[in-house]
């Protein structure tokens, strides 16, 4: 018996070198392998002979100066962008004890982007003298946020990724903002904000290679420590272990570590979710060499993307590695979910709760539609009356039955079907957003979060950049067939797991990402920062004529009853699908058409007035706190306050810094961000009472 354990222990340490050799060993020849050819590629394309003279002998001729001033600094910096977010991927999984942890997905790379943008427009001395203290702040910031709104110690995958998405949006909100009033100062961090390794000589090289690797020495040589973090926190503190100590020293070298990295090459996301999970398959679980494996295989994804990104040219010119990332992470990001997480079940039971803190106050339904109502229509002729020429009230309802002055009908020729459209665009995202929420029984979730959103922006982007000959009609078309896709692709995917909720929710992040960097890519390389193009993206209804009205009250006029009249069925979804299929409900079905109207709802609004976040998320909550759950009262309530909010979105737009307009998307943003924390906050509140 004795021999038997001891031939056992000998072909584990012999496996155990093996998968050592083949990580580190491996790793390192693909590494240097793809950083050859990553010195042969670009503009102009240099043999691989002539990189290796230039290494080893320099000369003064221009393929040696573009070797060594251009395409090392970028080759290099990327080995050290790549190395620092897999480490701090890496440790983030390991303190949070979640597998979808990484700077990204907890919003480290939006809070650090959001600051060093605000130190570009409002601190340039700090911002160009210690970049990485803001983007250090910023970063601090963002982490404790998406940790301690999705639960903290308790936080499941799932909500840990919506927390972080929500802070990331939140943060992005604002970003665009800054990018909207202070375009000029900000016009060169479009591409910076794609993530780029494009340098110019060997400045950001020589600012980050310190920092990363005197952080990355500390988190090796305290390795052992995160590896009783493994183990269960009464067992590891019984054991002398200082857990909280060891979790807080763990955030802030992760934190430093992503924050470097964006300061320099801006916020590159997966990296850090991809390259742990691929070591850690390996077998390699120890700290001390999962850190510095993580560090290696991160270099190499970026490396790679980087390549690749270089080698795949289109006439829009290079990617932005970031968005190259994306395109490989996302991919990563479903297989992890589809096979690796066990803890998601078919049956979906006791997933979420359509509760998200605070008793509903219990307004009587009849009188509050009729306010709302009143409200909406006394709102939309406030709208039609203010403006560069603003039109009395009573001249106003003149003009509109015909008996008025001419001059005002053509006035109200144009902002009328504008202020139509954005009520119908509002009432279509809220009541998508109930559906949606309804469908994965998730008040997190709206279209923005299953891909409908970016899938619809980059469809539309596709006409607006590579097609742009093709008549206006196509833009809405491509609006619609891309948000569409995206919803499918998600449906697709999720139907093997049940439509799973938690299931659906992750697979629409990550569809979410590869449309995100589509747009991102299409935005740097076609110069569309300072066009309609970019507005639009950010949710507008200028310029919304006739046509677009028609458009989008056809979607209202023959999805809105298809939504009402399954509304009963959609009540019995909160209950779980273990009981829902007890009261003979046919779940799986129930939900897809949930999901099918809803996604139609939102693609019809975003083709309408562009991709406008939060209001699909603001409205169903909401008017969940005045009537509590009840689909066909939160149907049209939600509604008509979508509608509202979006009126009073294109009014202020048009009125408070007139001549120049504010998106409405942007102003719904910015209401709704600091709404949805809160709300988030209050939910964390009840969760620790409960």
């Known amino acids: 018996m004795s021999e038997l354990m001891k031939n056992h222990k000998n072909e584990a340490s012999l496996g155990m070198i093996w998968r050592i050799t083949v990580i580190f060993g491996g790793g390192l020849a693909a590494l240097f392998v793809l950083s050859v050819l ?33 395409r090392m600094p970028r080759t290099v910096i990327g080995i050290i962008a790549g190395g620092a977010l897999a480490a701090a991927g890496a440790l983030l999984q390991t303190i949070t004890k979640n597998p979808l942890a990484a700077s990204d997905t907890l919003g480290i790379n939006a809070g650090a982007y959001f600051m060093v943008v605000c130190g570009m427009v409002y601190f340039p001395t700090l911002q160009q003298e210690a970049p990485f203290v803001l983007a250090a702040a910023g970063g601090f910031f963002a982490a404790l946020a998406a940790y301690f709104l999705g639960g903290g110690r308790t936080a499941t995958p799932v909500r840990l990724a919506l927390s972080g ?25 479009f591409l910076w904000g794609g993530g780029t390794l494009i340098q110019l ?27 009783a973090l493994e183990l269960d926190e009464s067992t590891a503190r019984s054991l002398g272990q200082r857990v909280g100590l060891t979790r807080g020293s763990g955030l802030v070298l992760s934190v430093f570590l992503a924050a470097i990295v964006v300061s320099v090459v ?8 991809v390259a742990p999970h691929l070591v850690r398959l390996s077998g390699i679980r120890k700290h001390r ?24 040219r289109s006439n829009l010119g290079e990617m932005p590695v970031g968005a190259v990332m994306a395109i490989i992470g996302a991919p990563w990001l479903i297989w992890l979910v589809l096979t690796k997480m066990k803890n998601i079940s078919g049956t979906g039971s006791g997933q979420a709760s359509m509760s998200i803190g605070g008793a509903p106050l219990r307004l009587r339904f009849a009188p509050t539609v009729i306010t709302m109502s009143i409200l909406l229509v006394a709102l939309i002729l406030v709208s039609l009356s203010l403006g560069g020429t603003k039109i009395p009230i009573i001249d106003l309802l003149r003009s509109i039955v015909g008996a008025g002055d001419d001059s005002y009908s053509v006035l109200l020729n144009l902002r009328l079907p504008r202020t139509l459209v954005a009520a119908g665009g509002g009432i279509a995202l809220a009541i998508s957003g109930v559906l949606i929420q309804s469908a994965v029984r998730n008040p997190l979730a709206d279209a923005s979060i299953i891909g409908v959103t970016s899938g619809a922006g980059f469809g539309a982007l596709l006409v607006l950049v590579v097609w742009p000959t093709l008549p206006i009609f196509a833009l809405p078309i491509a609006a619609i067939g891309g948000g569409v896709i995206a919803a499918a692709f998600v449906f697709f995917l999720a139907w093997r797991k049940s439509l799973n909720p938690s299931v659906l929710i992750l697979l629409g992040i990550a569809v979410s990402a590869i449309g995100s960097a589509g747009i991102q890519a299409m935005i740097v390389k076609a110069s569309l920062w300072s066009s309609t193009a970019f507005v639009w ?28 009249y399954l509304s009963r069925r959609f009540d019995l979804l909160a209950f779980g699908d273990d009981s829902s299929t007890g009261l003979g409900l046919p779940v ?5 058409w949930a999901m099918i109207v809803g996604v139609l709802l939102a693609a019809g609004a975003v083709a309408s007035v562009g991709t406008i976040g939060f209001l699909g998320l603001m409205a169903p909550h909401a008017v969940r706190m ?45 209401i709704g961000a600091p709404y949805f924390l809160f709300l988030m906050y209050r939910s964390l509140v009840k969760k620790r009472i409960e």
Not at 203 to 227: E, M, Q, T
């Open 266 to 273: 801006g916020p590159i996301g997966f990296v850090g979710l």
């Open 201 to 227: 000589d060997w400045s950001g090289v020589r600012y980050a290679w310190p920092f990363v690797a005197v952080l990355l020495l500390l988190a090796i040589f305290g390795g052992r420590k995160f590896d």
């Open 165 to 189: 998405m929500i802070v990331s949006m939140v943060l992005g909100a604002f970003t665009s903002a800054i990018h909207i009033f202070k375009s000029t100062e900000t016009q060169s961090l």
């Open 626 to 670: 005045m009537v509590g759950h009840h689909t066909r009262r939160s149907i049209i309530l939600s509604g008509l306050l979508g509608g509202l909010l979006l009126v009073l979105a294109d009014t202020l737009g048009r009125t408070v810094m007139a001549p120049k307009e504010i998106p409405s998307g942007l102003i719904i943003m910015l």
């Open 588 to 592: 799986k079905g129930t939900r897809l």
């Open 38 to 70: 990553s010195l042969c590629f670009g503009e102009a394309k240099i043999p691989a002979s002539v990189v290796f003279d230039g290494l080893l002998h320099r000369k003064d001729l221009l393929e040696h100066n573009l070797l060594w001033d251009i």
């Open 537 to 564: 993206l950010t949710g507008t209804t200028y310029g919304r004529g006739w046509n677009q009205f028609n458009s989008i009250y056809m979607f209202l006029l023959i999805l809105v009853p298809i939504a009402y």
């Open 289 to 312: 060499l999962l850190i510095p494996a993580s560090a290696l295989w991160g270099a190499l994804l970026i490396t790679a993307a980087d390549l690749l990104a270089r080698m795949v």
